[in-house]
T-cell receptor
């Protein structure tokens, strides 16, 4: 009963490096989301996907890219890491939007130095 | 655009005391409303949700929330707080076809 799994849990990057945050879900959910959480700011939507092959920008997409080749996986790519991307990143999935519950992974704490 | 306001950044209550966390939303139609809880180092867990019907909804862990359309509010309550309730609480709003919009969160501290 894994739910939403994110890897890694922690990562330190140097400025200009790139990395991919992995997210997989085993609930056959169509909708998947990436949020970033900064202290006192709540969660901000970076990108979302409504199904395999379909992605769209959220509120704060700059500096990030995503892909959705399968229903299960929704990786988030940082191409040129910047200190402003220091944050906690959460992946989530849901069966639909509106009144359905979103299930969250445990988060990835990223520090860019 | 939808927005959610949680006016209290931090709240401290004594164990056994009652709790009320405030949430106000901005949206033209009746939204879907949620409360999530985040324990330290964990992801978010759904406490309860409202989308229609009885305006007082019950959730897990003894929490309840009341939807008040006239005040655009969806406040979270618990009659008696336990030390394990210490966490960060997020109010969120969604509408059909849209995504979740979160408030800034309220950190709850419980003192013994």
């Amino acid at each position: 009963n894994a739910g939403v799994t994110q890897t890694p849990k922690f990562r330190i990057l140097k400025i200009g490096q790139s990395m991919t945050l992995q997210c997989t879900q085993d609930m056959n959910h169509n909708y998947m989301y990436w949020y970033r959480q900064d202290p006192g700011m709540g969660l901000k939507l970076i990108y979302y996907s409504v199904g395999a092959g379909i992605t769209d920008k959220g509120e704060v997409p700059n500096g990030y890219n995503v892909s959705r080749s399968t229903t299960e996986d929704f990786p988030l790519r940082l191409e040129l890491a910047a200190p402003s991307q220091t944050s906690v990143y959460f992946c989530a999935s849901s069966y639909a939007t509106g009144d359905t519950e979103a299930f969250f992974g445990q988060g990835t704490r990223l520090t860019v130095v | 655009a939808q927005s959610v306001t949680q006016p209290d950044i931090h709240i401290t209550v004594s164990e056994g005391a009652s709790l009320e966390l405030r949430c106000n939303y901005s949206y033209g139609a009746t939204p879907y409303l949620f409360w999530y809880v985040q324990s330290p180092g964990q992801g978010l867990q759904l406490l309860l949700k409202y989308f229609s019907g009885d305006t007082l909804v019950q959730g897990i862990k003894g929490f309840e929330a009341e939807f008040k359309r006239s005040q655009s509010s969806f406040n979270l309550r618990k009659p008696s707080v336990h030390w394990s309730d210490a966490a960060e609480y997020f109010c969120a709003v969604s509408t059909r076809g849209n995504k979740l919009v979160f408030g800034a969160g309220t950190i709850l501290r419980v003192k013994s």
